[in-house]
T-cell receptor, first 111, second 113 residues
Framework: EAAVTQSPRNKVAVTGGKVTLSCNQT?????MYWYRQDTGHGLRLIHY???????EKGDIPDGYKASRPSQENFSLILELATPSQTSVYFC??????????FGPGTRLTVL | QEKVQQSPESLIVPEGAMVSLNCSFS?????SIWWYQQHPGKGPKALI?????GNKKEGRLTVYLNRASLHVSLHIKDSQPSDSAVYLC?????????????FGQGTSLSVVP
C-alpha cells in the first residue's frame, strides 16, 4: 500500500506569515501533487511535480509556491498567508496514468 | 477546461440498498475516469477506474461510461454502513500530458442500518 504522510496535520497561521506544508512519500512515485479542498469546490490542483527538481503550476497556483528537493519530498509554501487560503490541503503521489495516493491532509487556518 | 459535475449532492439509503451515483463531464475525449471514496477526516482513496465505453465490475461496484452522453455512473450493490463516505468523480483531461485529474464536488452517501 502506497504511503503518503503530511505535516503538520493542523496549523494556525497569522495573515502575512509564511507557512510551509510538507509531504513525504515512500513509494518512489515520480509524480506528486498538491490540492486544496473546500466545500462546494471539491479538490483543486495547486502545483504538481514530475520528479526531483521540477515543479509546475496547476489550476489555482496564485499565492503558492512548491519545492521538490528529492523524489520523496514535496513542499507547499505560502509566502504571505491570507484568510482566503484557509482550507484543507492534500498531497498525493502516483505513477503516470495510474491512481493517485493521497495523504491524510493538513487543516490550515489563517487568522 | 474540463468541467465535472456530480449528482445528487447527498443521499441517504437503508442498509442493503443499491446506490447509484452520477457524474457528467465536458470532454468526450477525456482519458481515464476515476471514482474515489473519502471518509471524514481522511484523504481520498481510489475505488475503480474506467477508460472505454461500457461497464466494469469489481466486487460490489459497477461503473458505466457513456462518452457520447458525457456521463459516468457508479453503482454500489448491497450497501453497508461502512460505505458511508463522500464519493468523488475524477476525470483525466484529454489535453493533459501527465496524470492530471479534475474532480467533481462529491456526493455524500449515508447508509443507515
Amino acid at each position: 500500500e502506497a504511503a503518503v504522510t503530511q505535516s503538520p496535520r493542523n496549523k494556525v497561521a497569522v495573515t502575512g506569515g509564511k507557512v510551509t506544508l510538507s509531504c513525504n512519500q515512500t513509494n518512489n512515485h515520480n509524480n506528486m501533487y498538491w490540492y486544496r479542498q473546500d466545500t462546494g469546490h471539491g479538490l483543486r490542483l495547486i502545483h504538481y511535480s514530475y520528479g526531483a527538481g521540477s515543479t509546475e503550476k496547476g489550476d489555482i497556483p496564485d499565492g503558492y509556491k512548491a519545492s521538490r528537493p528529492s523524489q520523496e519530498n514535496f513542499s507547499l509554501i505560502l509566502e504571505l498567508a491570507t484568510p482566503s487560503q484557509t482550507s484543507v490541503y492534500f498531497c498525493a503521489s502516483g505513477d503516470p496514468r495510474d491512481e493517485q495516493y493521497f495523504g491524510p491532509g493538513t487543516r490550515l487556518t489563517v487568522l | 477546461q474540463e468541467k465535472v459535475q456530480q449528482s445528487p449532492e447527498s443521499l441517504i439509503v437503508p442498509e442493503g440498498a443499491m446506490v447509484s451515483l452520477n457524474c457528467s463531464f465536458s470532454d468526450s475525449a477525456s482519458q481515464s475516469i476515476w471514482w474515489y471514496q473519502q471518509h471524514p477526516g481522511k484523504g481520498p482513496k481510489a475505488l475503480i477506474s474506467i477508460f472505454s465505453n461500457g461497464n466494469k465490475k469489481e466486487g460490489r461496484l459497477t461503473v458505466y461510461l457513456n462518452r457520447a452522453s458525457l456521463h459516468v455512473s457508479l453503482h454500489i450493490k448491497d450497501s453497508q454502513p461502512s460505505d458511508s463516505a463522500v464519493y468523488l468523480c475524477a476525470v483525466s483531461p484529454a489535453s493533459s500530458s501527465f496524470s492530471k485529474l479534475v474532480f467533481g464536488q462529491g456526493t455524500s452517501l449515508s447508509v443507515v442500518p
